[in-house]
């Protein structure tokens, strides 16, 4: 399956703007398999983020996990003030706690503004951002949380096979 859409200008990403690699995670703030992906992605990053880039694109499995689309929500409206790298890693590192109190304590220990947050949290844009990314998601036959794409193709393999991967293509 391949990445639809491509990645754009409103995407979350890190790394090397114009990288020959592109990664992109379809990821659930609460999923276990996310939680413990997010270690190995992250090391990806420290490893090779200067010469690849890193996408993260909301698919919240609202049915299995009841804060995964509360924990988007925070995650988009974080992003309005700059801060959506600092609040999804904070999120992923306080998984197991995660309720709605968490995620409000978690936009105060990043000192956002707790007005514009609370309006942001209740913006359409915010919404529709999430589920514009879990649109993009089933058109690009994400069928489960984390899944992974390398420069625009599904990868079958786990974070640990991505680290491999790019262990032996990126020097």
């Not at 659930?28 to 983020?49: F, H, R, S, T």
């Not at 915010?126 to 879990?134: C, L």
Request: hydrophobic share 40%.
């Amino acid at each position: 399956m391949s990445l639809k859409p491509a990645v754009s200008t409103t995407d979350h990403t890190q790394g090397k703007i114009d990288a020959d690699i592109v990664i992109v995670e379809y990821g659930d703030y609460q999923c276990p398999y996310c939680g413990a992906a997010y270690p190995v992605l992250k090391e990806i990053m420290n490893k090779y983020g200067k010469q690849i880039q890193f996408v993260f694109r909301n698919f919240p499995l609202s049915e299995m996990h009841q804060y995964a689309r509360s924990a988007a929500i925070v995650a988009e409206a974080a992003a309005l003030q700059g801060k959506f790298w600092e609040m999804h890693n904070a999120i992923y590192e306080n998984q197991q706690y995660l309720n709605e109190e968490l995620l409000l304590e978690l936009a105060e220990k990043l000192e956002l503004n707790s007005q514009q947050f609370n309006t942001d949290i209740k913006k359409p844009e915010v919404a529709a951002k999430i589920d514009s990314d879990f649109e993009s998601g089933i058109l690009s036959g994400v069928n489960g949380t984390p899944s992974l794409f390398v420069n625009g193709t599904k990868f079958n393999g786990g974070p640990e096979d991505l680290l491999q991967l790019m262990s032996e293509i990126v020097k």
